[in-house]
């Protein structure tokens, strides 16, 4: 029974009749089941507000008992929308309504540390290229966004934490990136992502290959498709046998021969660890590049010429192998997590998957003056007394555990995507 009333606090109350009221419950032995409700009504002598008996356990807002929506909460990461619905007796708007709540809550508990080095990566997934966002020091996911489009990018980058804290910004060499950096952290040093760099060397070995290719009889088009790998790999990594088919191939197309020195060379100006080595050098790869490959190579071309200091950064600050490793294996293994999910859940399941979040954890010690007021004994609701303020020579010091969320640790969500624990 109400003891006064809720919009004017006034005691004053009179009944009102009864009222049947249904709402949704956890399932009962595996079926949909609706709770039916007597509720008593009443109505304020002084404001006439009309209202019923409160009732403890339940979510008014949804016209549910807060069982069911703890009950939604623990599988909307494991079921589809659709699946969870139809167990409870719910439209998939309901459920992704609970569900919206329950990432609202995880972000909140686990607000990751912003990044000193900032890793911006896509991957496709549900149709779509996807931003990765990555703390690269600690090799774990930050955040995923549904968009690599400007406007996207620009809502996200606007409320984003503590910009100040990133020191570098890595990314490829797609436009929009490259003025998100300009724009959000302006101070931050932009590192052309060296894998997407070197891979336009790749990229034009393989065109010229498709060239030549077009020219051929079916039967030799298959020996070029065949013999693929071996144009695109290093040439320090080539058998005796493979290199004589490489030289084979360039003494019928000295197209293809040019293309793959070309590619070569491009490579081995990364052999430096000096940046002024690395410009001289690439500034005389690009002179040599001849005018039958240059077409194939237009691209990476302008790259070096548009964006010369940004790729050029990767030798003050050259991001770890190990990242660029764990950043590929990611964009191939997440798309076994696409299916039938919305994006909304496949970050949800990504940034707070148990293990992935645990590995991205820090704990430290820090130390906290006990205020002056508290050193006689603890006083009851003086226990979490946290104010940073500098310790005085008189103050203690208490020490207490403070978690540091870093975000999700990239290797572990591919051990367990590739085991396929989130199909
Ligand atoms: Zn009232």
């Not at 966004?145 to 804290?165: H, I, Q, S, V, W």
Request: charged share 30%.
């Amino acid at each position: 029974m109400p003891t006064s009333c809720p919009s004017c606090k006034s005691v004053r109350l009179y009944r009102h009749g009864m009222r049947d009221q249904h709402y949704v419950d956890a399932p009962h032995y595996g079926e949909p089941a609706v709770l039916l409700v007597h509720r008593r009504r009443w109505r304020c002598q002084d404001c006439s507000t009309l209202f019923p008996d409160p009732l403890p356990a339940i979510d008014e807002k949804r016209r549910a008992t807060q069982r069911l929506v703890r009950y939604v909460r623990t599988r909307s990461l494991k079921y589809t929308f659709a699946e969870i619905g139809r167990e409870v007796g719910l439209s998939d708007r309901s459920i992704r309504h609970i569900f919206d709540d329950l990432v609202r809550d995880l972000d909140t508990q686990f607000e990751f540390v912003t990044p000193r080095y900032l890793g911006i990566d896509e991957v496709k997934l549900i149709g779509k290229y996807r931003c990765i966002l990555t703390n690269v020091e600690a090799n774990t996911v930050y955040d995923m966004l549904a968009t690599r489009e400007m406007a996207g990018l620009r809502d996200y980058f606007r409320t984003f934490r503590n910009p100040k804290a990133v020191e570098v910004v890595t990314a490829d060499l797609w436009n929009n990136y490259a003025v998100i950096a300009r724009e959000f952290f302006p101070k931050a040093l932009f590192v052309a992502d060296r894998f997407h760099v070197q891979r336009m060397a790749t990229n034009a070995v393989e065109a010229a290959r498709k060239a030549v290719r077009r020219t051929l009889t079916q039967k030799r088009r298959i020996q070029l498709k065949d013999d693929r790998f071996v144009l695109l790999r290093h040439g320090h990594s080539l058998s005796p046998e493979q290199m004589t088919k490489l030289k084979s191939w360039g003494d019928q197309f000295p197209l293809l021969g040019a293309a793959w020195e070309a590619k070569e060379r491009f490579f081995a100006c990364w052999n430096t660890k000096s940046r002024a080595v690395a410009a001289r050098e690439l500034d005389a790869w690009a002179g040599s590049v001849t005018s039958d490959v240059r077409p194939y190579f237009a691209e990476l071309l302008t790259a070096w010429s548009r964006r010369r200091d940004d790729i050029l950064n990767y030798f003050d600050c050259p991001v770890t192998n190990a990242y660029t490793e764990s950043i590929n294996r990611l964009a191939k293994s997440i798309n076994r997590m696409g299916r039938g999910y919305t994006l909304e859940v496949v970050r949800a399941k990504m940034l707070y998957d148990t293990n992935a979040l645990e590995k991205g954890t820090m704990t430290r010690r820090v130390a906290v003056p006990v205020p002056d007021d508290d050193l006689g004994g603890l006083g009851m609701g003086k226990m979490g007394y946290a104010r940073p303020e500098r310790p005085t020579a008189r103050q203690r010091l208490r020490y207490q555990t403070e978690f540091v969320y870093l975000g999700a640790h990239i290797p572990t969500l591919c051990d367990k995507l590739e085991s396929g624990a989130f199909e």
